[in-house]
């Protein structure tokens, strides 16, 4: 009899187990330079660092994770000698994490009172983070000079529920780029850029290989007049602004062939083999490597074409305590300086485009990714937006690949985006 | 139609199916060998040619020769950087390491378990069922939370190469624990029983009798268990800080940028790591059948 049941207790007991694993007092000790965050709702209270207008006699230790590859590293490089010459007395701890491990690495080790003082991440990480506690609002430690200095526009990248989430330290997004031995001279409308497809297209070339994945092609839709989303997240592209965006987009094929999230537009234009890609502009020094930088043009957007346009942002840990967190935000305001800026920007390393006003730039290409940036359109940052990612991108499929009337398209799009949306706010 | 012939065409059929099956298999190999050997920078051959135009050998001499920029315990200094052979060593360490530890405790955890009647027997081995039903990710928090608990001198247990043995051994245990269990059960108790009564002891019994037999179950055990050593970088990449305790694994995960991959280079790693586990698994072949089959069936 006992036997029968004995399963039976086996399963309570390794329930009582797990459910005993999971209390509150499971949370490990915090290590002892490092204040534990407690679970809330409420955003953590920041650091307690006074402002640094000029980082001097700081001491500390700054741990700085970050997810960039070897010629960003060169610049990151410069930049930490630079304010280590000013800051002998901190030292660096720097981890490179490879980009799809770095927030997962991040989110375990803050979530247990630990992780980096400084992380280099992406700006779409900022607000879940910030819900989450685990960096900390710099509203109180930036000075409104201080913030004066940056792109308006980057800096709308880190504002989220009247809190500063992190710094915007540079301005990528996607961009037009062009094999000037393909097609001479840059599109001036989306019309002309078809006529000049056409007439470079042969049985060996495609005058323009055109990306249509959701990200590729959302900011088109603010070209054309319209908008993904209101400021509070809810849709607004299910219009008639939508549909010209859907049909737009359909037109892409007048072109030749189209791509969805595929590298064979990237692979087609390294290979000399397609006149113009969207692309994102991480990809510019590898572009420029393969079809050689004086042969790269990056256009400014034919109308009505746009390109998101994203920051990567400096964010400080929540759990940053005492000197290291005064050192970690100093260091984060340094990174915003023109001097540190304009090493980074150095094109033979990073080539970042800056996020600070008055970063003289030389490189061609840098300083044609910065104007076409102007012309683009500012990627939202707010968790709802991951409710639109999959629902509009098989819409585009359905309306490029099967034909589907966009009008049927963006309705079940929009609700499935309405779900989604009311998911992530817990409704 | 005479029965040669349909004998004949059944067998071209068969010939032309198992042909296909072997493409099948093979072509993803095919593919990692021809972009291995692509000199060109691109990010993926667009046609598959076997001998990829201007082929060579670079990528695997890169990978060979040049420290892993970055993967540096101190960014500035490139003699700081990891190099194929100090990741080569780590991962010799965590795999064997893993290995080691999944035979030894599973072994006698497994002689336990088929051997002595004691309470929670059977519910240990229904524990271990769902342990083994778990994704691996599952158990990623409350590994770091226990290791990070652990310290080794001034450091958490969770930063060190053993501290990722022990949460690598806590995943491949349970199948280790089930595989030789049922092997043992399949040994005649009688040959213990004869080990006891001319004076051996009961450790001595399992050593020197069972262990020995038991030969192609811990064969499948450490091929399993230093596989999921050798290959695991989820766990690696989350617990450990300190890049020269990096991994062989953790080094092909870094090699997949966010936006972009070297493609010839990352084939060629993928090839250089995997010789490992083919030349165990050819040291081991003669066990590894035996010890699948006859440990599966008896529960």
């Known amino acids: 009899m006992i036997k029968k049941f004995l399963p039976l207790i086996s399963i309570l007991l390794i329930a009582a187990f797990a459910l005993a694993a999971c209390q509150p007092k499971a949370t490990p000790t915090p290590e002892p330079v490092v204040e534990p965050t407690a679970a809330s709702a409420e955003p953590t209270a920041v650091p307690v660092v006074e402002p640094t ?21 060169l610049s990151l490089n410069d930049v930490i000698a630079a304010f280590q010459a000013v800051n002998p007395d901190v030292t660096f701890d720097v981890l490179y994490v490879p980009f799809d491990d770095l927030k ?36 109180p430690l930036v000075s409104d000079e201080f913030l004066a200095t940056i792109n308006p526009a980057a800096l709308g990248a880190v504002q989220y529920k009247d809190a500063l989430v992190g710094l915007p330290q540079t301005l990528k997004g996607v961009l037009m780029f062009r094999n000037k031995t393909i097609i001479a001279e840059p599109a001036t409308s989306f019309d002309d850029l078809v006529a000049k497809a056409t007439a470079a297209n042969t049985a060996d070339i495609q005058g323009a290989a055109l990306e249509y994945g959701f990200f590729f092609s959302a900011a088109h839709l603010d070209g054309v007049g319209g908008k993904l989303l209101e400021a509070n997240g809810d849709p607004a592209f299910n219009t008639e602004k939508g549909v010209e965006w859907a049909n737009l987009i359909n037109r892409f094929k007048e072109t030749g062939n189209v791509f969805s999230y595929s590298d064979d537009d990237v692979s087609l234009f390294k290979a000399g083999k397609a006149g113009i890609i969207i692309d994102g502009s991480w990809n510019t020094s590898s572009l420029a490597e393969s079809i050689g930088a004086e042969n790269l043009a990056i256009d400014l957007w034919p109308a009505p074409l746009s390109g998101y346009v994203q920051t990567e942002n400096i964010y400080l840990n929540a759990n940053a305590t005492g000197d290291d967190a005064a050192a970690g935000y100093a260091f984060i305001e340094y990174f915003l300086s023109v001097e540190a800026q304009t090493l980074l920007a150095d094109a033979t390393k990073a080539g970042h485009v800056p996020a600070t006003l008055g970063v003289e730039v030389t490189d061609p290409l840098l300083q044609a990714a910065t104007a076409a940036f102007e012309g683009g359109s500012a990627f939202p940052v707010i968790p709802e937006m991951g409710a639109y990612w999959d629902p509009l991108n098989n819409a585009l499929k359905k309306v490029v690949d099967e034909g589907i009337d966009p009008v049927v398209a963006l309705q079940e799009a929009y609700d499935l985006v309405v779900a989604k949306v009311a998911e992530i706010r817990g409704q | ?22 493409v099948l298999v093979m072509f993803p190999v095919m593919w990692i060998f021809s ?4 000199s060109r920078n691109i990010d993926k051959p667009l046609d598959l040619t076997l001998i990829p135009p201007g082929a060579s050998l670079k990528a695997f001499t890169k990978v060979l020769t040049e420290p892993f920029n970055l993967l540096c315990s101190d960014p500035g200094n490139v003699r700081s950087c990891m190099t194929f052979g100090t990741l080569l060593a780590n991962s010799l360490l965590v795999a064997l390491g893993t290995s080691l530890l999944s035979v030894a405790l599973g072994a006698s955890a497994a002689y336990a378990f088929s051997r002595f009647k004691f309470i929670g027997r059977q519910a240990g081995m229904l524990g271990f069922i769902v342990l083994l039903m778990l994704p691996a990710t599952a158990t990623l928090a409350p590994l770091y939370v226990l290791l990070s608990q652990i310290k080794i001198g001034a450091e958490p247990m969770r930063a060190t190469l053993f501290g990722l043995m022990v949460a690598y051994a806590s995943g491949t245990l349970p199948f280790a624990i089930w595989n030789l269990k049922g092997y043992f059960d399949t040994v005649p108790k009688e040959l213990e029983e004869a080990a006891l009564i001319d004076g051996a002891s009961v450790t001595q019994t399992f050593f020197r009798i069972i262990v020995p037999l038991a030969v192609p179950a811990l064969a499948v055990t450490v091929l399993f268990a230093f596989m999921a050593g050798w290959t695991e970088f989820v766990l690696a990449w989350t617990f450990l800080e300190d890049p020269s305790r990096f991994t062989l694994a953790m080094a092909l995960r870094s090699m997949q940028g966010q936006f972009s991959t070297p493609w010839s280079e990352f084939s060629a790693m993928s090839i250089l790591m995997s010789l490992p586990i083919v030349a165990l698994f050819f040291a081991l072949q003669k066990y590894l059948v035996g010890g699948l089959t006859v440990g599966g069936v008896k529960g």
Not at chain 1, 111 to 122: M, Q
């Open chain 1, 53 to 73: 207008a000029a980082p001097a006699g700081l001491t500390g230790t700054i741990t700085l994770w970050h997810s960039w590859k070897e010629n960003e590293i």
């Open chain 1, 104 to 139: 997962g690495k991040y989110e375990t080790a803050t979530a247990t009172g630990g992780g980096p003082t400084v992380l280099i991440g992406a700006a779409d990480w900022g607000p879940g983070f910030y819900d989450s506690t685990f960096i900390a609002d710099l509203t």
């Open chain 2, 1 to 22: 139609m005479p029965r040669k012939t349909k004998d004949i065409l059944k067998q071209i059929g068969l010939q032309i199916f198992l042909l296909a099956i072997t």
């Open chain 2, 35 to 38: 972009m291995a050997l692509d």
